[in-house]
């Protein structure tokens, strides 16, 4: 028997040459190892992105909390005034506001200072309770949650008051944290007909004549 393709088998007197049929081999496309190789180098830049994006505050752009604008003010009488102002997570992810500071402008002490979830029907804002002992405040990231108040009670020394509204030094700071990281983040006081909202509280209180019962200062509402 050969090696060729075909083999001799004896019938009767003659000899018959029978053909083998070859088997077929597949073949496949060298594209689709190319279509492979593309697809395991475009899963492995992804892996490699994602293990390198930025975490924590490197992910942030500017503050993860912002003053979302509205603000409440009310003088309580006796030289005494409370403010209140929102919050906001700016982030998408959950962050903990752990404290807040606030440096007033001069005549004014501080006497309290908390963080308070957002107001709400069942929840309404009492300028004229005692402040709450502060406790770190979590913002989540749908807008039900997004919000915290920041509340501060002070004392009034009218005569200490600046005398303009130019440069009254208010700022107030939040301190954030986001993962394993804290940091101190500074908001933009609320400004009311131009003037800074502590300053802007503190002269109303100070204007009113004597014996005027207080009442709350026509800010904007939270």
């Known amino acids: 028997m050969s090696w060729d393709d075909s083999e001799t088998i004896l019938v009767g007197d003659r000899r018959m040459r029978v053909r083998r049929r070859r088997t077929r081999r597949s073949r496949v496309s060298p594209w689709v ?22 975490q924590g505050f490197d992910a942030v752009d500017g503050n993860a909390v912002t003053a979302a604008g509205g603000f ?8 005494i005034i409370t403010v209140a102002m929102e919050i906001r997570n700016v982030t998408d992810q959950a962050v903990t506001v752990v404290a807040a500071r606030v440096v007033p402008p001069s005549g004014l002490t501080m006497l309290a ?17 005692e402040v709450p002992l502060s406790a770190p405040l979590t913002l989540g990231t749908n807008d039900a949650e997004r919000n915290g108040i920041v509340q501060a009670r002070f004392e009034v020394k009218c005569d200490a008051l600046p005398a303009t509204s130019s440069v009254t030094g208010e700022q107030i700071f939040v301190t954030v944290r986001l993962g394993d990281e804290e940091r101190e983040e500074e908001l933009t006081p609320p400004v009311y007909d131009g003037v800074p909202w502590l300053t802007a509280t503190a002269r109303g209180a100070c204007d009113r004549p004597p014996g005027e019962g207080a009442n709350p200062t026509q800010l904007p509402t939270l």
Do not use: C, S
């Open 33 to 54: 190892f190319v279509g492979i190789l593309v697809a395991l180098l475009a899963a492995g830049a992804g892996v490699l992105v994602y293990m390198n994006r930025p």
């Open 113 to 129: 200072v908390a963080l308070l979830p957002p107001v709400g029907p069942d929840r309404p804002l009492n300028l004229d309770a």
């Open 72 to 79: 409440q003010a009310k003088e309580n009488g006796d030289g």
